[in-house]
């Protein structure tokens, strides 16, 4: 009887995702860029209470870094050395992975410096984002994720 009643709980407790405890929104720049040139895209995370969001420097051993790159067979490229991030908190000794990791609580902004091809024609295009990402509260630690984004950009004549 035990085992049913624990089977019960766990069939009617919360399932976690990943898009539910990091939601992520991409804004492109305001005005036009020319082919060639880089745009500057932000990429927001809101992280929900309880959670940390594991930041893009991560000692070895410990939670995936986050991580944003550009959909295979994209013509645009992200300078990753150039990404702007907010400086993240330390946890010492995390309960998760027993080292010093780094991470975000509550909302943090990123700045992704995107090269866009000298031979971009004039108008409006998607630009597909990959931000692969790992979170983990106090009871729970979910597995890295890949959440897809796309931000319209302009290319100017």
Not at 62 to 67: E, I, W
Not at 86 to 105: A, H, L
Not at 132 to 153: D, N, S, W
Request: aromatic residues 8%; positive net charge.
């Amino acid at each position: 009887m035990p085992l049913l009643m624990v089977l019960l709980a766990l069939a009617v407790m919360p399932v976690q995702r990943p898009t539910d405890v990091v939601k992520w929104s991409a804004v492109a720049p305001a005005s036009p860029v020319q082919a060639g040139d880089v745009a500057v895209i932000k990429v927001i995370a809101k992280v929900q209470p309880g959670w940390k969001l594991y930041a893009i420097e991560q000692p070895p051993g410990g939670p995936v870094p986050l991580a944003f790159q550009t959909t295979a067979g994209s013509s645009f490229v992200i300078s990753r050395k150039q990404i702007g991030a907010p400086r993240p908190k330390v946890q010492k000794k995390d309960e998760n992975f027993s080292i010093d990791t780094r991470y975000y609580e509550n909302d943090a902004a990123f700045t992704l410096p995107v090269t866009v091809p000298p031979t971009t024609s004039p108008g409006s295009h998607q630009l597909p984002l990959e931000v692969t990402f790992q979170a983990c509260g106090a009871e729970l630690c979910l597995r890295p994720f890949t959440q897809k984004l796309a931000v319209e950009i302009t290319v100017r004549q």
